[in-house]
Antibody
């Protein structure tokens, strides 16, 4: 079955760029009607959609984060990546990669990775 | 952006209780509504999509309903493993999707 695994630094300094990777197994990141997504959850809070890249390569971002976010794929490694620039403490959160479907739901999630922004 | 408002924010219930959670959208979203269950330290799990379509493997005690702006998630007989936080999510305004703030169900 399809599995997702996030990885990256757990600590990022303010004003730096947060970079995370999601390794995909059980499916090709370049095929299928999938929305390869990033979603985050601030400590003790709800879920915030960050953005996704469609299998065609089109990207879509949350308007509130759009100026700082880049989502891309590395088809040779079957990986999804997230870059969030100019981070502040407000970007401290658990970051999930997930697969969205045309039905609208996100039905496969990674286990999440906690990122703390602090000096 | 479409705002999703869940009620209540939290509720206390007992095993065997019938529990209903409400999600209201700030504008009509047809049936573009999904429900998730999240347990502490775990990723959310998709329970229902398209307002009422139960995902494979999800117990039949879970059901979803509604259309337009008002939606419900009902657990017909609460089990111990159902104590968790539940989120709704709209995808009508895809790609700009939004989640509700969550409803915590505890004992």
């Amino acid at each position: 079955q399809v599995q997702l695994q996030e990885s990256g630094p757990g600590l990022v300094e303010p004003s730096q760029t947060l970079s995370l990777t999601c390794t995909v197994s059980g499916a090709s990141i370049s095929s299928g009607d999938y929305y390869w997504s990033w979603i985050r959850q601030h400590p003790g809070k709800g879920l915030e959609w960050i953005g996704y890249i469609y299998y065609s390569g089109s990207t879509y971002y949350n308007r509130s984060l759009k100026s700082r976010v880049t989502i891309s794929v590395d088809t040779s490694k079957n990986e999804l990546s997230l870059k969030l620039s100019s981070v502040t403490a407000a970007d401290t959160a658990v970051y999930y990669c997930a697969i969205g479907r045309s039905s609208g739901g996100f039905d496969i999630w990674g286990q999440g990775t906690m990122v703390t922004v602090s000096s | 952006d479409i705002q999703m408002t869940q009620s209540p924010s939290s509720l206390s219930a007992s095993v065997g209780d019938r529990v209903t959670i409400t999600c209201r959208a700030s504008q009509t979203i047809s049936i573009y509504l999904s429900w998730y269950q999240q347990k502490p330290g775990k990723a959310p799990k998709l329970l229902i999509s398209a307002a009422s379509r139960l995902q494979s493997g999800v117990p039949s005690r879970f059901s979803g309903g509604g259309s337009g702006t008002d939606f419900t998630l009902t657990i017909s007989s609460l089990q111990l493993e159902d104590f968790a936080t539940y989120y709704c999510q709209q995808s009508y305004s895809t790609p700009q999707v939004t989640f509700g703030q969550g409803t915590k169900v505890d004992i």
